[in-house]
């Protein structure tokens, strides 16, 4: 199947999902360091994202150079390192024990993709790492939907949303991060804007 779209329509669309990213990023972030937001990022999960999407990046890029579709990863990893930072360096986040057990999952899931080189099995498993490393931000939004509610997930949304534009037509490893990040989003836009649960 050919690309949908020409090279300079995927180049406007990963421009497009690039600068969304970056608002989304600034959004959350903004949120994130004002002491009046109920905001309180589990910074393990943002370092652990800038790791997994990193990791996926750098594999597909080495395997089959650098797309347009990439951009989204590639702004992301950006700034999910400079919000982990950042939320720390301003003591506005929340940790706790098993955040670290979600941690040593991700990183076994590192050790099983180190081992293979083969691109499709490596985003999978990239994946599935963040998934594991994502569980406390997803345990936030279910228990306290105000602790992770943020425009920031609407603007994921559409920046992920212009990405799988992109790769219609592109090999589906190209696609499978940004379908993962849309529904992510999706997910935590949904949870956010509900009643909250008992704790667990």
Request: charged share 10%; aromatic share 12%.
């Amino acid at each position: 199947m050919a690309p949908l779209f020409t090279k300079t329509i995927e180049q406007v669309f990963g421009v497009i999902a690039g600068i969304v990213l970056i608002i989304a990023g600034t959004t959350y972030l903004v949120s994130a360091l004002k002491k009046s937001n109920p905001i309180k990022p589990r910074p393990i999960s943002w370092f652990g994202w800038s790791i997994m999407m990193g990791i996926s990046l750098l594999s597909q890029v080495i395997n089959k150079g650098f797309e347009l579709s990439q951009m989204g990863l590639l702004v992301s990893t950006i700034c999910c390192v400079l919000i982990g930072i950042l939320t720390i360096l301003s003591k506005n986040y929340t940790i706790k024990p098993w955040d670290w057990l979600c941690l040593i999952l991700g990183a076994i899931c590192v050790a099983i993709y180190l081992s293979t080189k083969d691109a499709l099995l490596t985003t999978s498993i990239a994946i599935l790492a963040d998934f594991l490393i994502a569980i406390p931000t997803v345990h936030n939004a279910y228990v306290k939907p105000l602790s992770e509610k943020t425009s920031a997930w609407m603007y994921g949304i559409i920046s992920w949303s212009c990405t799988l534009i992109i790769c219609i037509g592109h090999p589906i490893v190209y696609g499978l991060f940004a379908i993962y990040l849309f529904l992510f989003n999706t997910s935590m836009f949904v949870l956010t804007h509900r009643k909250p649960k008992a704790k667990f």
